[in-house]
């Protein structure tokens, strides 16, 4: 079945103001978080991995720092960051109880402690 296309879809992307594109477009792609599992978990399918899980949170929170570094008052924002934290943080200790080498690798490579 063939859809037809339209010339207002064609020109989609070039009638979206730039002052407003930033907040259509997600962060994290789907390429982009295969990536980051296929270089922390293994392969890019290996989502459920807590090195994948904490490199993928470490990205995000990244992000939404330097959001609120702009927007000071976004309080909902700085809430879900908090347990975006405590996450990660979760998920960390785990490691280090259950694997103390690949622990101090993932840290070693994300620059998480100093």
């Known amino acids: 079945m063939i859809l037809p296309t339209f010339a207002a879809d064609k020109n989609k992307e070039e009638n979206i103001p730039e002052s407003i594109k930033h907040f259509q477009m997600s962060?994290?792609?789907t390429?982009?978080?295969a990536s980051i599992?296929?270089?922390?978990?293994?392969k890019a399918t290996n989502t459920g991995?807590?090195?994948g899980q904490?490199?993928?949170l470490t990205e995000r929170i990244a992000h939404i720092s330097k959001h609120l570094q702009a927007n000071k008052k976004d309080y909902s924002t700085h809430r879900g960051l908090m347990q975006m934290v405590g996450?990660?943080?979760r998920l960390?200790?785990?490691m280090q109880k259950t694997n103390l080498q690949g622990y101090r690798a993932l840290i070693e490579k994300l620059g998480l402690r100093k």
């Open 49 to 51: 991995s807590i090195e």
């Open 87 to 89: 996450q990660r943080k």
């Open 31 to 33: 390429e982009k978080k």
């Open 92 to 94: 960390l200790t785990y």
């Open 54 to 56: 904490v490199a993928l």
């Open 27 to 29: 962060h994290l792609t």
């Open 37 to 42: 599992f296929a270089e922390f978990g293994g």
